[in-house]
């Protein structure tokens, strides 16, 4: 825990000196209570509006507000600086900034590293969307395969949906059905576009009083017929509520 802290105040002073070389530093905390999106910059050139800019996204990084200096890099196609961020969140194992930086860089390669640390380290909802972002469906089919063997079936759902594989959707779906997990099951079965089983598990949502999910079931399945009488029949309040028909 202590080297975290010490790595996040480094990052801080790196910000902080970084900011301090540009000349507009001192003013752009100014701009930014103004808005920077009501900021005129139209009598500077481009190279002096991606310096303002930079600036901002330094400011942005001091206030911890790492979002919104992603986008002003990636506005200002800082690519280098959108990767030495990543590189920081990657040691400081805050995957999420550290994906969000690598995507917006179109670092691949430190997408694919940073999926499999994630992985290792069991952070499945990062690896997936690092691997997502990189377009690695090899490596999305390990993570799905990881997740079924680890019982992370909402996890696996996203994956193979990722990878458009109906067949393996299919067979969740029928999993959890069997399971009595009918609210993933109903995910899966939409996602895999089978309506025959949709329509299946929102009768089992009718037996179980269950109208709202019910109703979902077979909107999504276009089952005009049963939303049309349930939307007629029952209220909100009914449809908030277990009614059994």
């Known amino acids: 825990m202590d080297h975290i802290k010490r790595d996040v105040n480094r990052m801080v002073e790196e910000f902080s ?5 540009n000349p507009f530093s001192k003013v752009i905390p100014a701009l930014m209570k103004k808005g ?8 500077f050139s481009d190279e002096k509006k991606r310096e303002l800019l930079n600036a901002a996204a330094e400011e942005y990084l001091k206030r911890n507000q790492i979002l919104d200096a992603l986008k002003l890099f990636k506005s200002t196609e800082n690519s280098d600086r959108l990767i030495t961020i990543g590189n920081e969140y990657y040691t400081l194992a805050q995957f999420s900034y550290a994906i969000e930086a690598y995507k917006l860089a179109g670092a691949k390669d ?6 499999d640390r994630c992985l290792e380290e069991g952070q499945l909802a990062e690896a997936i969307a690092a691997f997502k972002i990189a377009g690695d469906q090899d490596k999305l089919n390990k ?11 909402e996890f696996a759902i996203e994956v193979f949906s990722a990878l458009d594989n109906d067949e393996k959707l299919l067979k969740l779906g029928d999993h959890c059905f069997k399971e009595k997990q009918f609210v993933l099951s109903a ?4 996602l895999a576009g089978n309506t ?4 299946v598990v929102a009768s089992e949502f009718m037996k179980m009083g269950l109208l709202a999910n019910a109703l979902r079931a077979f909107e999504a399945s276009g089952n005009t017929m ?9 209220g909100e309040k009914e449809l908030a509520s277990r009614v059994y028909v």
């Open 143 to 153: 993570v799905g395969d990881y997740c079924l063997e680890k019982g992370k079936i």
């Open 17 to 21: 000196s970084k900011t301090d070389e």
């Open 36 to 43: 920077l999106e009501n900021v005129n910059l139209s009598m």
């Open 187 to 190: 995910k899966a079965y939409e």
């Open 226 to 234: 049963m939303v049309q009488f349930i939307r007629e029949n029952f």
């Open 196 to 199: 025959d089983k949709l329509n």
């Open 110 to 115: 430190k997408l694919l590293k940073t999926g």
